[in-house]
């Protein structure tokens, strides 16, 4: 059975950084694409970022490039967000997601490209 457990979640204040990070189990993790997602109050889920089985490719929405980073590890079948620089907008529920990609380098920003998921993790931003 295929589990993605999120953690690292927190409050903070603006400006300050945070690491989220996402075990996987129960498949070869080195066969999946990760992505992260976040969903605010009231609003929908949205795509913050992915990266391939290797972690040669990745991606990222406009509003966390360049403060956000993502990375894996695919021996401690782990993959991290890196956030830095947070804002209040960053406010949200943050989800781990999970796709078979074997050796694939293509990425996506839709939610319904990724099948499994995590139960998410709060991050607070005040200001």
């Known amino acids: 059975q295929v589990h993605l457990v999120e953690s690292g979640g927190g409050s903070l204040k603006t400006g300050d950084s945070l690491r989220l990070s996402c075990v996987v189990s129960?498949?070869?993790?080195?066969?999946?694409?990760m992505g992260w997602f976040r969903q605010a109050p009231d609003k929908e889920r949205e795509f913050v970022s992915a990266?391939?089985?290797?972690?040669?490719?990745?991606l990222y929405a406009d509003s966390v490039k360049g403060r956000f980073t993502i990375s894996r590890d695919n021996a401690k079948n782990t993959v991290y967000l890196q956030m830095n620089s947070l804002k209040p907008e960053d406010t949200a529920v943050y989800y781990c997601?999970?796709?078979?990609?074997?050796?694939?380098?293509?990425?996506?920003?839709?939610?319904?490209?990724?099948?499994?998921w995590g139960q998410g993790t709060q991050v607070t931003v005040s200001s």
């Open positions: 997601a999970a796709v078979f990609n074997p050796a694939g380098t293509m990425l996506t920003t839709r939610t319904t490209w990724f099948d499994i």
């Open positions: 990266i391939n089985w290797s972690g040669t490719s990745k």
């Open positions: 129960g498949v070869t993790f080195s066969n999946y694409a």
